[in-house]
């Protein structure tokens, strides 16, 4: 049967390493195919399928003769498994390498403008196999772009092979299903053949025109790729978010995420190099008014993960996707960038370019401000930013970036060494001191004074080295709030700080529903941070815990289940479940619930105890509640299992027991630490036990609450 179109001698052609086939695996996908084409597309294809027990066609043959009429499709379909990328292999020579090249030159070209204004490629891989990274480099390099293949791969731990039709999604922990995956490769097939059956007048003169200057093109020694990739990125992006591309396709939405870059690099040790460049790139588009970006932690719950791209989409609530790699070596760096429509997993635009490292900043910029700043003038008038490089070195860059890989509560320590080798590289480097005040911040234990001391002098400079950053207005809103304790100055600030970025500070929600008592407030606040960041756990689980905090038991509970599947290690969520079920009264089932935590840890550290003894109480339950206290050891700094003991938390304790003395005597040490748990004191239902207490009163009127709005 021949082609649906002339000129053409089949619709698809299956390349595949037939050792791939010996359990007969290719034969059914063909078959599987075939019947999902038949129920998907009118009229029926033609599908080029050699099932010769050899490698592809014979050695023997005439390849260029045996080639001419059956590459001449219009799809290619390669299976790529673990042993197909073998630069000596006949599937690989003579079919793919040969197909890529036969398509670029032909009347269509190899990357098609589909009716519905997307672009895809006529070569549609199919993977049954995770790949080595010097394999997926050498497709890559031949497709000039970052490969995008339907999985068929089913894994469990301890197994990775090809997905068949009798294995359950349940079963595989890629959550795929061979018939939805075969449907997917069916769809992809009808979109092609429709845009080649119906090519745009657009398609056609521009693969006219790659043609016509194919040759003087192979002849420029050097191309500033990074200026085509910021041509690209501007031309497509005012077209497709901001009005036109609407156009083209009614589901376009101005919402994208931006996923880390894969490190591609021979050592894989440039993980925070690609990690980097996604966040500078997520950072810029955050600037466009009027373009849903998703931020950084839930863009990078991804990481690692083979994740279809309309699983990403519908996780976050966005229509694009931009991912990307990275490869470094010595001096030398390759970036490559591709858009993704996820309704249908069709790749819009990418683009690579090679550059040297010392020409990183000049790549940011230029995949960067062709998105940010271009439309920041077309769009809001002519305010821009001001051209800023961050830094002169690009060794004390690379240092910042590996600090800021690592940063994170609990992480501190470990990352501030990065930020003072980048400061000492470059003492003008603003970011360096950014990420080295947030580094004390997440080191300290407790709300010790001179972690904010160091803060200060740190946020100043910032704010003296690029005064249009909003970092050092939200270093020193957590400082002379949370530390300080002056209200006015802190309010100043954070005013300040929304004027350059209207998403609410995550802990600014947080001071709100407990310092000031206004829960349904920072619920408002946590809900807005959710739109752009819908799976960072630590906004779910501080959502979930203003939701119980205003009786809103079962949201609270949704959410913070939501979080424990998410992360089951993620232990401070099940304190969390299990302080909700406290305030709803079901005991029993907070004291199940931090069981759960001390297996977790393998003992039960200070913080499940605590609220271990607060269910106890509340349940009436004192002789249980005895015997736990007679256990708790609150003389040490820290409990077994490292945890730092807040004076607050041993107040609570003694509070809950009756031992009224000692209670304040531990209250009396939180309010000269400055700990954030005193200013909660007028609306924590955990200090109910004592505000009839003469004390209780008499502390109160020290304590310098904010005014309440």
């Known amino acids: 049967m021949a082609s649906v179109l002339p000129t053409f001698e089949y619709d698809i052609f299956i390349s595949y390493r037939h050792n791939d086939n010996r359990s007969g695996w290719v034969t059914d996908f063909v078959n599987a195919l075939q019947e ?26 005439n390849v260029d003769k045996s080639l001419e009429g059956k590459l001449k499709c219009l799809i290619f379909i390669p299976i790529i498994s673990q042993t197909y990328c073998d630069p000596k292999s006949f599937a690989w020579r003579h079919e793919f390498c040969a197909f890529n090249k036969l398509a670029k030159e032909d009347q269509f070209g190899r ?12 070569i549609l891989p199919i993977k049954i196999h995770d790949l080595d990274a010097d394999d997926k480099s050498i497709i890559e390099e031949e497709i000039n772009g970052v490969l995008r293949a339907i999985d068929f791969i089913f894994s469990s731990t301890g197994v990775s092979r090809p997905l068949t039709t009798t294995d359950k999604r349940e079963d595989n922990s890629n959550k795929t299903f061979y018939r939805d995956q075969i449907n997917k490769v069916a769809r992809s097939v009808k979109d092609l053949v429709s845009a080649m059956q119906k090519p745009s007048v657009a398609t056609i003169a521009a693969n006219s025109a790659d043609r016509a200057i194919a040759t003087s093109k192979r002849k420029r020694i050097a191309v500033n790729a990074a200026g085509i990739l910021a041509i690209s990125i501007v031309a497509f992006s005012f077209f497709y978010f901001f009005g036109f591309g609407r156009r083209m396709d009614p589901k376009i939405d101005k919402s994208i995420a931006v996923l880390p870059f894969v490190d591609m690099s021979p050592g894989k040790d440039q993980e925070y190099l690609g990690d980097g460049i996604a966040e500078d790139i997520i950072t810029a588009l955050s600037r466009i008014k009027g373009l849903k970006v998703i931020g950084r932690t839930s863009s990078f719950q991804f990481k690692g993960e083979k994740t279809d791209l309309r699983d990403v989409g519908e996780k976050l609530n966005v229509f694009n996707v931009l991912e990307g790699s990275v490869m470094k070596s010595g001096n030398k760096i390759r970036i490559t960038a591709q858009l993704i429509n996820v309704s249908d997993g069709v790749q819009i635009w990418s683009e690579r370019f090679d550059r040297e490292m010392d020409d990183i900043f000049a790549i940011h910029d230029e995949i960067s401000k062709a998105i940010s700043d271009k439309m920041k003038i077309s769009l809001m008038g002519n305010h821009t930013q001001s051209d800023r490089k ?28 990065f930020f003072k080798k980048a400061i000492q590289l470059d003492s003008s480097y603003a970011d360096a001191y950014t990420g080295l005040a947030w580094s004390y911040f997440f080191s300290r234990e407790g709300d010790l004074p001179e972690t904010f001391d160091q ?61 000031f008592g206004d829960v349904r407030g920072g619920i408002k606040e946590l809900e807005q941070n959710l739109e752009v960041d819908p799976i960072n756990k630590g906004v779910l689980r501080l959502l979930g815990s203003l939701y119980g905090m205003d009786n809103q038991f079962a949201k609270g509970k949704e959410l913070i289940n939501k979080v424990i599947e998410m992360d089951p290690a993620y232990g401070f969520s099940y304190i969390d479940l299990a302080a909700i079920n406290i305030r709803a009264g079901e005991y029993d089932q907070a004291l199940k619930i931090l069981e759960r935590i001390d297996k977790l840890s393998g003992q039960k550290g200070f913080y499940s105890n605590l609220f271990r003894l607060s269910a106890l109480v509340k349940a009436g339950r004192m002789e249980q509640a005895k015997k736990l206290y007679a256990t708790m050891d609150l003389s040490k700094p820290n409990d077994s299992i490292g945890s730092y003991l807040t004076p607050s938390s041993k107040a609570k304790v003694e509070f809950w027991m009756g031992h009224m003395d000692e209670g304040f005597r531990w209250m009396e040490k939180a309010f000269d630490q400055k700990e954030f748990d005193v200013l909660t004191i007028r609306s924590n239902p955990a200090y109910d036990v004592i505000r009839d207490h003469p004390r209780f009163k008499e502390f109160m009127k020290k304590v310098p609450f904010p005014p309440i709005d």
């Not at 999902?36 to 029926?44: G, N, R, Y």
């Not at 990357?111 to 006529?122: E, P, Q, T």
């Open 111 to 122: 990357d098609i403008k589909l009716n519905h204004g997307n672009v895809a490629s006529r």
């Open 390 to 417: 961050p830094t002169s070195s690009t060794e004390a860059f690379e240092n910042c970036l590996r600090g800021n890989q690592i940063l994170r509560p609990g992480k501190g320590n470990e990352a501030m060494p």
């Open 36 to 61: 999902e084409l038949a129920a998907t597309i009118k009229e029926p294809l033609s599908i080029y399928f050699d099932k010769n027990p050899h490698d592809g066609l014979l050695e023997t043959h």
């Open 455 to 515: 803060m200060y002098p740190l946020a100043m400079k910032v704010l003296e080295l690029n005064p249009e950053s909003e970092a050092p207005h939200a270093i020193l809103y957590e400082i002379y709030s949370v530390y300080k304790w002056n209200w006015k100055i802190a309010n100043e600030e954070y005013r300040k700080y929304l004027s350059i970025n209207p998403l609410p500070l995550v802990g600014h929600a947080l001071y709100k529903a407990q310092i």
